[in-house]
């Protein structure tokens, strides 16, 4: 199946992605995955990126576009695959039509996760990261056995720059302005499902299983 997950930042895109690419033994192509790696490779398109992403903009559809026709190209999504954080706009999402149809593909359904605006801010403002194995937890829903520390490898836990609050604010306004019309761009193409994202990470799991099937 070829599914996109959509969703503002803190909806839960990344776990829900990664569980459902792994129940359905698909790719979890995630394209803020992509960028943070460059990043912190230092790589030129990570220095490009940089800059919007410690903003809370969206980085420029021609680096982000490229790095998505690059990935979709590999055979490994030949059978399948799920895009998280991309398309963020209704221009990314032609982009996307036109690249699949280069390979005779098409989008079987798009994944909408809905959490309310006040319960976003709360759950990104708390979320803390690894640097060194990528765990996430949070100080309220899942904090680490030691306080700061991760559990996986005992690296001290960092906040993400962009889920500092004031960036969250952007992100939220970003997503208001540039992607939730995306909502409606996928609604009138019949291809959208939206799921109640919240919940336990098992009960909005099972709600995305019923979702495609
Ligand atoms: P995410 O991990 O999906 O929240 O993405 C983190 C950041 O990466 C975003 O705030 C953007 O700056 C950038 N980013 C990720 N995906 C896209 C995209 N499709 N278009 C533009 N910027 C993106």
């Given at each position: 199946m070829y599914l996109v997950m959509l969703g503002p930042p803190g909806a839960g895109k990344g776990t829900q992605a990664a569980l459902l690419a792994r129940a359905r033994h698909i790719p979890h192509i995630s394209t803020g995955d992509m960028l943070r790696g460059a990043v912190s490779d230092g790589t030129d398109l990570g220095r490009a990126a940089a800059q919007y992403m410690e903003r809370g903009d969206l980085v420029p559809d021609d680096v982000v576009i490229g790095i998505t026709r690059d990935r979709l190209k590999a055979s490994d999504t030949r059978r399948g695959f799920l895009l998280d954080g991309f398309p963020r706009t209704v221009s990314q999402a032609e982009s996307l039509d036109a690249i699949l149809a280069e390979t005779d593909r098409a989008l079987h359904l798009v994944l909408n996760l809905d959490v309310a605006e006040g319960e976003l801010i709360r759950r990104l403002t708390g979320r803390r990261v690894c640097p060194k194995c990528g765990e996430t937890y949070h100080l309220v829903f899942s904090p680490p056995r030691?306080?700061?520390?991760?559990?996986?490898?005992?690296q001290d836990l960092v906040q993400r720059e962009d889920d500092k609050e004031s960036t969250v604010r952007q992100r939220l306004q970003v997503y208001q302005r540039q992607s939730k019309p995306l909502v409606e761009h996928y609604l009138q193409s019949g291809l959208l499902a939206t799921v109640d994202g919240v919940g336990t990470v098992e009960q909005i799991h099972n709600r995305v299983l019923d979702a495609i099937t």
């Open positions: 030691a306080l700061g520390t991760c559990d996986c490898c005992g």
